[in-house]
């Protein structure tokens, strides 16, 4: 894959995470419906389109990419290695959110209940790891001192939107 062409899809990888993936997450949990059930050619061209490039490049991204935390022990590297590891553990969560939501019967309770916490948890903290990222991969905080402030909204914006999905969803499994 050429350099340039890498270097598209990877600001393209980071727009889709923040807008429109991002953006639905906060509204999947803000309604407790998915925008594909409503209209499936919005559903297609602003979900399933952009989550399908996602999920499969973010893969690849993944793949390609060396962790280094036995090397370097910064913050930084740590938090590379969980937006890594969330990335895999959200595609697999959404393969069985979908399923169990749409083929089958969700019954609240036990396993269900713990998956689901965990998936909404670890996808928001994608997000908002994934807000900083995107940031410095773009050039808009460069220096150490605004990356610094920028982890500090993104771990903010963490707090609040889990304690938002948390409130939804225990008002879910009520």
């Given at each position: 894959m050429s350099k340039k062409l890498q270097f598209y899809l990877r600001r393209l990888h980071g727009v889709t995470g923040i807008f429109p993936l991002g953006y639905f997450?906060?509204?999947?949990?803000?309604?407790m419906s998915s925008l594909s059930s409503q209209n499936i050619i919005?559903?297609?061209l602003f979900l399933?389109?952009?989550l399908l490039f996602h999920g499969l490049y973010g893969m690849y991204i993944t793949y390609e990419g060396s962790i280094n935390i036995g090397c370097y022990s910064y913050w930084r590297n740590?938090?590379?290695?969980?937006?890594?590891?969330t990335g895999i553990v959200i595609f697999i969560f959404l393969i069985w959110h979908v399923y169990i939501m749409k083929f089958s019967?969700?019954?609240a309770g036990g396993l269900n209940?713990?998956?689901?916490?965990?998936?909404?948890?670890?996808?928001?903290?994608h997000v908002a790891n994934g807000i900083f990222g995107f940031l410095v991969d773009v050039g808009i905080v460069v220096g150490e001192k605004a990356q610094k402030v920028a982890v500090g909204i993104s771990m903010i914006f963490f707090i609040i939107f889990a304690i938002f999905?948390?409130?939804k969803f225990y008002n879910f499994i009520q």
């Amino acid at each position: 894959m050429s350099k340039k062409l890498q270097f598209y899809l990877r600001r393209l990888h980071g727009v889709t995470g923040i807008f429109p993936l991002g953006y639905f997450l906060y509204y999947h949990l803000q309604n407790m419906s998915s925008l594909s059930s409503q209209n499936i050619i919005l559903g297609f061209l602003f979900l399933w389109l952009p989550l399908l490039f996602h999920g499969l490049y973010g893969m690849y991204i993944t793949y390609e990419g060396s962790i280094n935390i036995g090397c370097y022990s910064y913050w930084r590297n740590y938090m590379y290695f969980f937006q890594r590891w969330t990335g895999i553990v959200i595609f697999i969560f959404l393969i069985w959110h979908v399923y169990i939501m749409k083929f089958s019967s969700f019954s609240a309770g036990g396993l269900n209940n713990f998956v689901l916490f965990a998936g909404v948890i670890i996808a928001i903290f994608h997000v908002a790891n994934g807000i900083f990222g995107f940031l410095v991969d773009v050039g808009i905080v460069v220096g150490e001192k605004a990356q610094k402030v920028a982890v500090g909204i993104s771990m903010i914006f963490f707090i609040i939107f889990a304690i938002f999905g948390i409130h939804k969803f225990y008002n879910f499994i009520q």
